[in-house]
């Protein structure tokens, strides 16, 4: 017997970090900011005006598009923004990803890259990180339909020196590379200034961890002009009106203050300096983290069982059940308090575990 589930387009969905509705947990789970947005951003919610939800929002999104571009010193015809870097990906994968060869990404990576290869159809490789969880450049040196890594990795945190990212795109000129930055404003070095020197080079950031601003979804591209307008082309084909006016508005104010978005960045980098010296004082061996989270695994208590004490004791950290990482945890990094409540738990527990074996 014929069936319509024939034919459907069967994927596995990429899975998020849980959302728990616990009202007093310690939510270090999806790598979130502690600290609010900038104050202008409330104030640019408080004075929109209601009656202009009417119409449709600015299709090329203009206002926020500018303030990025002015932002980073680039031309507005070089910034792509879309509803999180989520989308700013998926578009980009669309648009770019579009070869018989197979995109190469590593084996320990943002978990949504294998999904959206799949979706779409393109042929991917998963490239091994080296021993020490680190990116090997020279592992990218042959041929592919294109190249997506994080810098900073993630889970890892680890970065990759810009001179091992300009060797990746010198072996590499006639396929795409995509830089996700999502993590870099913690400490890591942009690829943006190669854009001038790289016309197949994209770099990929997001307002959702540096910014605070996870909830309102902005994400964005820069490239060269021609690539922009690439994406443009593949993202009216799809849905032209996916920023709305709040998050135009919203974005281009976070932007607008610079000052509240060093000293948020400043203080989620000390806080990350204090949690990663408490860490390996009790025992735990880390990445040298340039995100906003820290991945450790401890010699002698198994990364499952810490990650379920954790959350039965209402602290809510990442822990991803794969081959090579599956003895780590992912701890996004809180506020100080909260770091120093996790840090008292993990004390208390290992030492009474010691006692009693
Ligand atoms: C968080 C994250 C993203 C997605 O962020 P958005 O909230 O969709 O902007 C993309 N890439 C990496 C590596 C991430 O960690």
């Known amino acids: 017997m ?3 589930r024939d034919n459907v387009r069967r994927v596995v969905p990429y899975v998020p970090g849980e959302q728990p509705q616990d009202q007093d947990m310690i939510k270090l789970n999806t790598n979130e900011n502690p600290y609010p947005p900038s104050p202008k951003v409330k104030e640019a919610m408080k004075n929109l005006d209601e009656d202009t ?5 600015d299709p090329t999104a203009h206002k926020l598009v500018k303030a990025i571009a002015d932002y980073h010193g680039l031309k507005e015809s070089q910034v792509f923004v879309g509803v999180g870097s989520d989308d ?10 579009n070869s018989k060869k197979p995109i190469l990404f590593p084996d320990i990576t943002y978990s949504f890259y294998d999904v959206w290869a799949e979706l779409f159809r393109i042929p991917y490789e998963r490239v091994m990180l080296d021993e020490r969880l680190d990116i090997r450049w020279e592992d990218y040196c042959r041929e592919n339909g294109g190249i997506i890594f994080p810098n900073p990795n993630a ?5 990759l020196p810009l001179s091992a990212v300009r060797s990746i795109l010198d072996h590499n000129r006639e396929t795409v590379v995509i830089v996700d930055e999502a993590y870099v404003d913690f400490g890591a070095e942009t690829a943006l200034p190669l854009l001038a020197e790289y016309d197949n080079l994209l770099v990929v950031r997001t307002f959702s961890k540096s910014r605070s601003m996870a909830g309102m979804r902005i994400g964005y591209a820069c490239g060269n002009e021609e690539m922009i307008r690439c994406l443009n082309d593949v993202k009216y084909s799809f849905n032209s009106y996916t920023m709305d006016m709040t998050v135009l508005e919203a974005g281009a104010a976070s932007i607008g203050d610079e000052a509240y978005f060093r000293e948020t960045v400043e203080k989620v980098i000390k806080t990350r300096e ?4 408490q860490l390996r004082r009790l025992g735990f061996t880390l990445k040298d983290s340039r995100a906003n989270f820290v991945f450790a695994s401890h010699g002698q208590c198994p990364a499952r069982e810490l990650f379920e004490r954790l959350r039965q004791n209402h602290i809510y950290v990442r822990y991803f059940d794969k081959p090579r990482i599956d003895n780590y945890l992912r701890i996004t990094i809180g506020t100080p308090e909260e770091m120093k409540k996790l840090i008292d738990f993990l004390e208390h527990y290992l030492a009474k575990r010691k006692g009693e074996r």
């Not at 939800?53 to 929002?57: A, C, G, Q, W």
């Not at 700013?88 to 990803?97: D, G, K, N, Q, R």
């Not at 889970?155 to 970065?159: L, R, S």
């Not at 204090?274 to 010296?277: M, P, S």
């Open 2 to 4: 014929k069936s319509w």
């Open 53 to 57: 939800f009417r119409l449709y929002p």
């Open 88 to 97: 700013v990906l998926a578009m980009a994968f669309l648009t770019f990803f």
């Open 155 to 159: 889970p890892t945190g680890a970065y």
């Open 274 to 277: 204090w949690t990663q010296e």
